[in-house]
């Protein structure tokens, strides 16, 4: 188990509420990803809430891709070596932006819940704050997509398991 994790969750949109829950499971699939990866160190990592017009500025922005997306993934590191809080001594991971109104249509879509799809965006973003990389395809996109499965596995979310979480 990895040591102290630190994630800071933040609601920067009006469009939708953050359903009860969210914020734990978001916590515990940022866990879930560090024991998997076997990342030990103290962490902090910020996940922030966005609507569909923030996230297409932030996309436009960074990636200079003028249309919105789901989710973008800041990270602080690179090959293994990450920005350090010097007042807690954990690594600063990155930054990880999610769009809810556009999660909430990918679920639609999908045909699953608004907790899974915030739970793949997450796990998503979280490997690609560790350094994967899904854009080449390839193995490495291949092995990208089966680390996200398992750890939806081990948080009860598996691909095609419909159900909606009781509030």
């Not at 999610?98 to 899974?116: D, G, K, M, V």
């Amino acid at each position: 188990m990895p040591n102290k994790i630190k994630v800071i969750i933040t609601d920067d949109q009006q469009e939708i509420k953050v359903p009860t829950g969210i914020r734990l499971l978001i916590r515990r699939a940022c866990t879930a990803v560090l024991v998997q990866e076997k990342f030990e160190e103290p962490t902090e990592i910020s996940v922030r809430f966005v609507d569909n017009e923030e996230m297409h500025r932030l996309n436009r922005e960074h990636r200079g891709v003028d249309s919105t997306t789901d989710v973008l993934s800041f990270p602080l590191g690179e090959n293994g070596v990450y920005d350090v809080n010097h007042d807690t001594g954990a690594c600063v991971l990155g930054d990880i932006v999610i769009s809810l109104p556009r999660a909430q249509e990918q679920a639609q879509l999908y045909a699953h819940t608004l907790q899974r799809e915030l739970a793949y965006l997450t796990v998503h973003s979280m490997l690609h704050l560790l350094g994967y990389d899904h854009e080449s395809g390839g193995l490495e996109g291949v092995r990208m997509r089966e680390k996200e499965e398992q750890v939806l596995v081990q948080l009860g979310l598996p691909r095609g398991h419909n159900y909606i979480l009781e509030e």
